[in-house]
């Protein structure tokens, strides 16, 4: 996309700007078309697909915190084949990347949804969702075992022909064992991060404000956490990191990008207004013409001072 400073190519796709829409909050992406224009996206990272439908968590589900929100939606989703027969054909006629966020509760369960990926048209890559328990392994989280998650990551590089990028969790102690396992596993990127584990009780009535008890902190209130991770897993890998976690401004995306991010998502800004993602690229681009320089590639990874290790 020549004259284009916000043009990058993630994983050999070019993106017509680097600002994605998260997963989990722009539905299956053809539900916001009416809103947005779906053509001005850097691309679209769709809801968690399992192999079946999933109806969700009982509510409440959402609870709003100081800058930002837990939520525990519970993965609910209209399962992949669903999504290949309504969903993707209307995604068809647009030109922005599809990415297929996939999930499930042992290593066969994503194979499954992804092998019936394969076969669609219209997906530009995959995102492992790798969040969720492996039920054959005791319920021990693939994101929290290096292990585990290198199992996962290569069954699934030995079936999928598209980029596969992986999405850590913040929830660990160190995130390069889980940035290498996957980088070493054939992870073409990977992106962080998922909502943080969080807890919010009403002390009137000493229950959970969430029907499932925990949920998933996000927005603004993680973002100097995600960005630590992401800086972190950035100088662990040499395959690309897409940086996500409370970002709701240009400058905010410039963040993540100068500590190493490739790329960035936005996922509840959306809820605030739909056309965040966009209007979080614009403002990048006003952030590169401030610091008069010629395009993304200038920006990433630059940072001046580097952190101490810690
Ligand atoms: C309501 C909701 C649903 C989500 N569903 C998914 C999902 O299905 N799969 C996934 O990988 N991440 C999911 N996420 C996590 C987001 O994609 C993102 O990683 C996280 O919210 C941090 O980014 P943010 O602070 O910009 O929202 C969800 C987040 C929210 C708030």
């Avoid at 394969?118 to 969040?131: I, P, W």
């Avoid at 509840?268 to 590169?288: E, S």
């Amino acid at each position: 996309m020549p004259g284009n400073p916000l043009a990058i190519t993630l994983c050999g796709i070019p993106l017509r700007n680097p600002v994605l829409a998260a997963s989990g909050t722009f539905g299956y992406g053809i539900e916001f078309a009416k809103i947005v224009d779906l053509n001005i996206l850097g691309g679209i990272v769709t809801k968690g697909l399992s192999r079946e439908p999933i109806p969700g968590n009982p509510a409440p589900r959402l609870w709003h915190t100081e800058g930002g929100m837990i939520n525990s939606v519970g993965l609910q989703n209209i399962g992949v084949s669903a999504f290949i027969r309504e969903k993707l054909p209307k995604l068809y006629k647009y030109s922005v990347p599809v990415f297929a966020n996939v999930f499930g509760y042992a290593v066969e369960d994503y194979l499954e949804v992804i092998r019936a990926l394969e076969d669609a048209e219209g997906v530009a890559g995959y995102e492992l969702n790798v969040s969720c328990p492996n039920t054959k392994h005791g319920g021990i989280f693939f994101s929290s075992d290096p292990d585990l998650l290198a199992d996962l990551v290569s069954q699934a590089r030995s079936i999928a022909r598209r980029p596969l990028i992986v999405k850590l969790s913040p929830n660990v102690a160190r995130i390069d064992p889980f940035a290498q396992a996957a980088e070493q596993s054939g992870a073409d990127a990977i992106s962080l991060v998922n909502t943080f584990v969080s807890l919010a009780i009403d002390p009137l009535t000493r229950k959970p404000r969430i029907g499932a008890g925990y949920g998933g902190l996000s927005g603004p209130a993680i973002k100097p956490l995600a960005l630590r991770l992401v800086a972190q897993a950035a100088h662990a890998v040499k395959i690309p990191v897409i940086g996500l976690g409370g970002i709701a401004s240009g400058e905010d995306a410039a963040e993540f990008l100068i500590a190493g991010a490739s790329a960035v998502q936005v996922g509840t800004a959306t809820f605030i207004d739909p056309r965040a993602p966009a209007q979080i690229a614009r403002q990048l681009q006003g952030v590169l013409s401030e610091l008069a320089l010629p395009d993304i590639g200038a920006l990433a990874g630059h940072m001046k001072s580097p952190c101490r290790a810690q």
